[in-house]
């Protein structure tokens, strides 16, 4: 059992929880995930580990409620147990070497993109951040994206806080005015990735995405997070998000298969949620 020492609600739907984990905080790293289960009946979920703290032996995941059981652990309180909290897996990003970034994050994306911004400020490098959000009430981490970024820039699609429009209109800007970035690292829904690198394609900018498809069991047996990459030559090639991955070249990506993929199973979560939703009003 790990018990949650900290909780903090980021917006009304995405919480954040700092887990008494101590193998896992002393050898995660930026990029890198963990599964976890509420209860001993519960479902295995992936969450990007956004923060560890070796001393004290912690873990911080931020998690939106979108089903089932992201109800259900937003559900439990400072002090309680969760069942299982396994990890790190997945391969950490690559950040070495790398002197000038762009580090763009999407909704509850950028809870996976703020770990990577601080492993880029930390080693020295100049990190342009720029977060999108729908709106001002759904703005996380603000203050942390500032205190690891030369630049940060806020997007709203409704502009009811910082600029009006989408994360690609200051990328676009930038490139444009000649920005000499080594990495743009997209991070957040698939479809805003795809976008992020049709603007950076013009100019041959590498695209990192992080990948978050259906997992189950983490270590590439179960074959529910397969994704297609496409090579120059035109060859189609399977891989794993959970071994593989998370971390794939933007340019390589078929995110119109991925959206296809992270649809199939609307109807079945919603349901669940629906369930889980009136399981914890009676309770």
Known sequence: ???????RELNPTVTQI??????VARKAKPG???ILRVDEDGER???TVAGTDPKEGTVKVIFQVVGATTEALNHKLQGDYIQDFAGPLGVPTHTEGLKNVCVIGGG???AIAMPVAQEFHRLGAKVTSIIGFRNKDLLILEDEFKACSDQLIVMTDDGSYGRHGNVTIPLKEMLEAGEPFDMVIAIGPLIMMKFVVAAAKPFKVPVTVSMNPIMIDGTGMCGGCRLTLVQEDGTRVTKFACVDGPDFDGYQIDFDEAMSRSRMYF???RHAYEEACRLFEKA
Not at 1 to 7: A, G, L, N
């Open 1 to 7: 059992m790990y018990r949650i020492v900290r909780r």
């Open 18 to 23: 700092e887990v008494e984990a101590p193998l």
């Open 32 to 34: 890198q995930f963990i």
């Open 45 to 47: 979920i992936p969450l």
């Open 108 to 110: 509850a994306g950028c």
């Open 267 to 269: 109807d079945f979560e």
